[in-house]
C-alpha cells in the first residue's frame, strides 16, 4: 500500500508490516536477518530515519520508523529492494522476496506507541516460536527492556 497522498510523514512515528511474497518463511536464521540489519544500515545513511521499534518474523517484518522527512515510500522501497537484490546475489532467494507495497498506520499517541510496540514484541510469542518474549532475538525487545545492548545506528529507544 503506498502512502497516503497529500500527508506529510515527516516527524511521525509510523507502524510499518511488509510481508514476504507468498508468505515465504525466509528470515528465521540469524544470516538471512542480517540481510535487513545491512539493509537498515545501507538506507540509513541515504535518509535521516530511526526505528523505534521492531520485530523482524520469519515471512514478514514490522518497523516503527520516524523519518525526518516526508520519504517514507522511498525508504521502505530502497529498504526492501536492497534486501531483495542481496539476497537474489547470494542465491538465497530465485524469485520475488516482498509481496507489493506495506501497511501503514500513524501512531497517534504515547498509549498507541506502547500498545504496537507491545503487540510487536509479543508476535514471536503468540507465533510459537518461543517461550517467552524475551527469548526472541530478532526484535527490539532487548533494547528496551535488557540492559548492554548496544544500539544499531538506525535504532533509537524511546521512553515509553
Known sequence: MPTLKGFDYSNQAVYITT??????????SDYSVNFIYEGLNQISNKYDFKIVGFVIMPDHLHLIIV???????????????????????QGIIETKLWQKGFYDHVIRNKKDLTEKLNYMHKNPLRAGLVKET??????SFRYYYEKGHKLPKWFERIEI
Request: net charge positive; no cysteine; hydrophobic share 35%.
Open 19 to 28: 510481508k514476504t511474497w507468498r508468505n515465504q518463511q525466509i528470515f528465521s
Open 67 to 89: 523519518s525526518q522527512n516526508n520519504d517514507l515510500s522511498n525508504i521502505m522501497h530502497d529498504l526492501k529492494g536492497k534486501i531483495a537484490f542481496d539476497m537474489l546475489s
Open 134 to 139: 524475551a527469548f526472541y532475538k530478532y526484535s
